[in-house]
C-alpha cells in the first residue's frame, strides 16, 4: 500500500512476556490440567463412590451454602455426593469424547488415504458418504441411529465415533494427492519402495501437525454432542453418568437444588470454553497469514 | 446453468442416499411390530400388525412402496398414536419456525453489529469485550445456558415464562439461548471479514473522498464483508436445526425438535424417520438456496454465471 500512513507491523512490534502468553490462555491451560488429572485420577480424588445413595441426606446444599461439612457441593435426590459424582462425569465424559474423537480421526484418515491412493470409483464412494455426513446436523443422525439400534453403552461410543470423520477423511484425502504430487514422494516410488511405505514412513509424519489440529477442533464437538445427548435421556445412561447426563437429571431439581444441574454445566462450559481458546491461540501461532490480527 | 442442475442432482442424490440408509437400517434394526406390541403379545396380533404396516411383503416391495410414500409426502404412521407422521410434522412445525426464526434474526443482527464495532475498534476494550462475549456465546451449550436463563429469570426474578410458546413473551428465552451461539459466531466473522474489507483501497478512497464514516462502513464495506457472512449462515443453518432438538425440549416448545426426541425415546421409528427425511430436504434445500443467493448478490459471480 503506498499510502503514507502508520502500518503497525507485527514483525516491529516488541515482543513482551504478556503476548507470548496471554493471561486467558494460562488459564485455559490450569484448567484443562484440572481435567486432566480427574480425568486421570479420579478414584483418588473422589471422596465417596459416585453411586452409593444415603436416602437420610438428599439435596443437602454445598458446604459453602450452609450444608454439612462432609459433602462439599452438596448431596443430589437420592442422597450421593455431587462432588464425587462430578468428578465421575468428568471422567466418563472425557473418556467417551476421546474415544469417539480417535475412533472417527483413524476411519477419517484411512479412508482418506484410500480414496487419495485408489482415486476413481473408490474415491468418489467415499467421497459422496462424506457429502451425505455433512449435509446433515450429526445430532440427528445420531438421534435416528439411537432410536433404531437403541442405547448400550458400546453403541454410544461408537455413535461418538462416528461423529467427524468426514473432515478427517476430506482433509487427509486433500493433503495426501497434494503429497504424493510432490518430489520426496515421487522419489521414494522411483527408488522402488511400495506405496504403503511411502504412506507411512514419508506422507503421514508430514500431515500429522494439520490431522492434530483437526483433532483439536472435533474433541470439544464431540464432548458437546455426548453432553447433549445424555441430557436428553438418551447417551450416558444410569448407573453411568456423564456431565450431560448429571445436568440433564437435576434439572428436575432447579428450584429447590440448583447446584445439582449448575455445577456439571460449568465444568462443561470451563472444558470446552478453554479448548478453544488454546486452540484459537495455536492457530494463531502456527497460521503466519493471521499474525496481524 | 450446467452447475445449478450438477448441485441439484447431488442433492437429489443425497435424499435418496438417506432414505435408502434409513430403509436399511431400519431393517437392520429388527421388527419394529416387537418394540409396538411387546413380547406378551399372541401372534394374530403381531399378523395383524405386520399386515397393516405392509411388514408381510417382499423386502424390495417394501422397499418400493416406501420410496413411492415418500415420493408422495406419505412417510407412514406413527407407531405410538396412528396419526400421519406428516401431520405430526405440520402440527410442530409452525413452532420450530417461530422460534428458529426469532433466534436467527437476533443472532444475525447482534453478531453483524458486535462484530462491525468491533472491527472498527480493533484491540481496544470494546473489541476484547466483544470478543470474549463471542468466545462466551459458542462455548456455552446451550441446553446449560437455557437452565441459566430459566433459573435467574423465570425461577429467582419470576419475570418470564419458561416453558411453551404461547405469546411472544415466552419466546425470549428460548430465542435468546438459541440466538447467543448464532451472535457469537457473526461476530467474529464479520470482525474479521470487515478487517479485511476495511483495508481495501476502495474503502480507502471512499474515505480520501471524503465519505463520513457511517456511510463508509454500511454502505461500501459491509456489503463486500457479507459475502462470506452467506457462506456462514448457510453452514450455521445445521447448527440451528440441531440446536433447537435441545432448545425445545429444555423450554417445552412443542416444536419439531421436541417430536423427534419424544419420538426417539419411545423409539416410534415412522416419526423418527419422516423427520430424518424432513430435515434433509430442508438442508439439501437451504444449501442450494444459500448457492443461489450468492449468484443473487456477487455481480461477479452473476457475471461468471451468465458466461456458462
Redesign the interface.
Given at each position: 500500500?503506498g499510502?503514507g500512513w502508520p502500518i503497525r507491523r507485527a514483525d516491529d512490534a516488541p515482543v513482551r512476556a504478556e503476548a507470548r502468553y496471554p493471561v486467558l490462555v494460562l488459564v485455559a491451560l490450569a484448567i484443562l490440567a484440572v481435567i486432566v488429572a480427574i480425568f486421570l485420577f479420579a478414584d483418588w480424588l473422589a471422596p465417596y463412590d459416585y453411586r452409593a445413595q444415603s436416602l437420610l441426606k438428599r439435596l443437602k446444599p454445598p458446604s459453602f451454602l450452609g450444608g454439612p461439612p462432609e459433602h462439599l457441593f452438596g448431596t443430589d435426590e437420592l442422597g450421593r455426593d455431587v462432588l464425587s459424582r462430578l468428578i465421575y462425569a468428568i471422567r466418563f465424559s472425557v473418556l467417551v469424547a476421546l474415544g469417539g474423537t480417535l475412533i472417527g480421526a483413524l476411519i477419517g484418515t484411512a479412508l482418506g488415504f484410500l480414496a487419495a491412493h485408489f482415486r476413481g470409483m473408490v474415491e468418489e464412494v467415499i467421497m459422496?458418504m462424506a457429502?451425505?455426513q455433512a449435509?446433515?446436523?450429526?445430532?440427528?443422525?445420531a438421534?435416528?441411529?439411537?432410536?433404531?439400534?437403541g442405547g448400550g453403552f458400546m453403541l454410544f461410543v461408537a455413535l461418538m465415533g462416528f461423529y467427524g470423520w468426514e473432515v478427517f477423511a476430506r482433509l487427509t484425502r486433500g493433503v495426501v494427492i497434494a503429497a504424493n504430487t510432490q518430489g520426496y514422494a515421487t522419489a521414494v516410488v522411483a527408488l522402488g519402495a511400495p506405496a504403503r511405505h511411502v504412506y507411512w514412513r514419508h506422507v503421514l509424519p508430514n500431515i500429522l501437525s494439520v490431522l492434530i489440529v483437526q483433532f483439536t477442533l472435533n474433541f470439544?464437538q464431540v464432548i458437546?454432542l455426548e453432553?447433549?445427548l445424555s441430557?436428553?435421556?438418551?447417551g450416558i445412561r444410569p448407573p453411568l453418568t456423564s456431565l450431560?447426563q448429571m445436568?440433564?437429571a437435576g434439572?428436575a431439581y432447579?428450584?429447590t437444588a440448583?447446584w445439582i444441574?449448575?455445577l456439571p454445566?460449568?465444568a462443561?462450559?470451563l472444558t470446552?470454553?478453554s479448548i478453544?481458546?488454546l486452540g484459537?491461540w495455536l492457530r494463531d501461532r502456527l497460521d503466519p497469514t493471521l499474525q496481524s490480527? | 446453468m450446467r452447475r445449478i442442475l450438477t448441485k441439484l442432482g447431488?442433492g437429489v442424490?443425497?435424499v435418496w442416499?438417506?432414505v435408502t440408509?434409513?430403509f436399511v437400517?431400519?431393517n437392520?434394526?429388527g421388527d419394529s411390530i416387537d418394540a409396538l406390541v411387546g413380547d406378551q403379545a399372541s401372534p394374530e396380533v403381531i399378523a395383524h400388525y405386520r399386515e397393516k404396516f405392509g411388514l408381510d411383503r417382499p423386502l424390495w416391495q417394501q422397499y418400493l412402496s416406501y420410496l413411492a410414500g415418500i415420493a408422495q409426502g406419505d412417510f407412514g404412521l406413527s407407531l405410538s398414536d396412528q396419526r400421519p407422521a406428516v401431520e405430526l410434522i405440520a402440527g410442530a412445525l409452525p413452532h420450530t419456525l417461530r422460534l428458529g426464526l426469532t433466534a436467527f434474526v437476533v443472532g444475525l443482527l447482534l453478531g453483524v453489529s458486535l462484530g462491525i464495532v468491533a472491527a472498527l475498534n480493533r484491540n481496544k476494550a470494546v473489541d476484547r469485550l466483544v470478543m470474549s462475549f463471542a468466545?462466551?456465546g459458542?462455548?456455552?451449550?446451550n441446553?446449560?445456558l437455557g437452565?441459566?436463563l430459566?433459573?435467574l429469570f423465570a425461577?429467582h426474578w419470576r419475570l418470564l415464562p419458561s416453558s411453551g410458546d404461547a405469546t411472544a413473551w415466552h419466546l425470549i428465552l428460548p430465542a435468546v439461548t438459541l440466538g447467543t451461539h448464532f451472535a457469537g459466531t457473526f461476530a467474529r466473522f464479520t470482525r474479521?471479514t470487515m478487517?479485511d474489507v476495511l483495508?481495501k483501497q476502495y474503502v480507502?478512497a471512499a474515505r480520501a473522498k471524503g465519505v463520513p464514516r457511517p456511510r463508509r462502513v454500511l454502505w461500501h464495506a459491509l456489503p463486500n464483508a457479507s459475502i462470506p457472512l452467506i457462506t456462514i449462515v448457510g453452514l450455521k443453518l445445521?447448527?440451528l436445526?440441531?440446536g433447537s432438538?435441545?432448545v425445545e425440549?429444555?423450554f417445552a416448545v412443542p416444536g419439531v425438535g421436541r417430536l423427534?426426541?419424544n419420538?426417539?425415546?419411545s423409539?416410534?421409528?415412522a416419526l423418527?424417520?419422516a423427520?430424518?427425511i424432513m430435515?434433509?430436504i430442508t438442508?439439501?434445500g437451504a444449501?442450494l438456496a444459500v448457492d443461489a443467493v450468492y449468484v443473487l448478490i456477487d455481480p461477479r459471480m452473476r457475471a461468471r454465471a451468465a458466461e456458462r
Open positions: 500500500m499510502i459422496m457429502d451425505v449435509s446433515l446436523p450429526f445430532m440427528v443422525i438421534l435416528a441411529m439411537i432410536a433404531m439400534f470439544p458437546l453432553t447433549s441430557f436428553l435421556g438418551l450431560g445436568l440433564g434439572r432447579l428450584t440448583w444441574a449448575v454445566g460449568t462443561i462450559f470446552t470454553m478453544s481458546i484459537d490480527r | 447431488r442424490l443425497t442416499l438417506i440408509f434409513t437400517a431400519l437392520l434394526s468466545v462466551l459458542f462455548s456455552l451449550p441446553f446449560f437452565i441459566l430459566i433459573l425461577l474479521s478487517l483495508n480507502v445445521g447448527d436445526v440441531a432438538i435441545i425440549t429444555v423427534l426426541v419420538a426417539v425415546t423409539r416410534d421409528f423418527v424417520q423427520i430424518l430435515v434433509s438442508m439439501v444449501n
